[in-house]
């Protein structure tokens, strides 16, 4: 079972440049999450997806952008990559059902900005 | 608005000894309350939820916690810690999304 797939793992990028982080879950979750982690401060939310075509902010989402064109993926974006952005990226994916909803994680991407 | 936090940044004990990890919410309605683990390099993995019901959930790895409305708590407790169980420790609340708080890290003495 792959469950919650992130690409890349590790990347580096220099200070303006453009990427994209791939999330890819089979589990027909509808909402889909992305977090950042950095050290003392746990996971802040960015972006977050209730379902096909439908984005939301969180609590820190300045300098990304997010799609969910398809259920099973979710895309974060940075336009323009900022040293402060350095950071480990998790995403993960839950059911809609209140009570039976758990996060279910990717193993997370480790992202350098110089 | 939802928040959690958990006072203590780092925990050590040593093998065998008990273990009880901290946790305060803030949520309006019925909270639903989840640990997660985290060891190092890797993603978070689900100890234990509570969502309503009995007051104290049983997880893997021979973790429990209790749901104390009245303290706004939900402590994680292990009654024998193993070496392997040295991680960091996330608390969450769902409310319109998954709010964690800032993590405690568990080191565990030979």
């Known amino acids: 079972n792959a469950g919650v797939t992130q690409t890349p793992k590790f990347r580096v990028l220099k200070t303006g440049q453009s990427m994209t982080l791939l999330c890819a879950q089979d589990?027909?979750?509808?909402?889909m999450y992305w977090y950042r982690q950095d050290p003392g401060m746990g996971l802040r939310l960015i972006h977050y997806?209730?379902?096909?075509?439908?984005?939301a902010k969180g609590e820190v989402p300045d300098g990304y952008n997010v799609s969910r064109l398809k259920k099973q993926n979710f895309l974060l974006g940075l336009e323009s990559a900022a040293p402060s952005q350095t950071s480990v990226y998790f995403c993960?994916?839950?059911?809609?059902?209140?009570?039976?909803?758990?996060?279910?994680f990717g193993q997370g991407t480790r992202l350098t900005v110089v | 608005a939802q928040s959690v936090t958990q006072p203590d940044i780092h925990i050590t004990v040593s093998e065998g000894a008990s273990l009880e990890l901290r946790c305060n919410y803030s949520?309006?309605?019925?909270?639903?309350l989840f640990w997660y683990v985290q060891s190092p390099g890797q993603g978070l993995q689900l100890l234990l939820k509570?969502?309503?019901?009995?007051?104290l959930v049983q997880g893997i790895k021979g973790f429990e916690a209790e749901f104390k409305r009245s303290q706004s708590s939900f402590n994680l407790r292990k009654p024998s810690v193993h070496w392997s169980d040295a991680a960091e420790y996330f608390c969450?609340?769902?409310?319109?999304?998954?709010?964690f708080g800032p993590g405690t890290r568990l080191s565990v003495l030979p």
């Open positions: 993960a994916s839950s059911h809609r059902d209140r009570l039976n909803t758990e996060a279910f």
């Open positions: 589990m027909n979750h509808e909402y």
């Open positions: 997806s209730v379902g096909e075509g439908t984005t």
């Open positions: 949520y309006g309605a019925t909270p639903y």
């Open positions: 509570y969502f309503s019901g009995d007051t």
């Open positions: 969450a609340v769902y409310g319109q999304n998954f709010v």
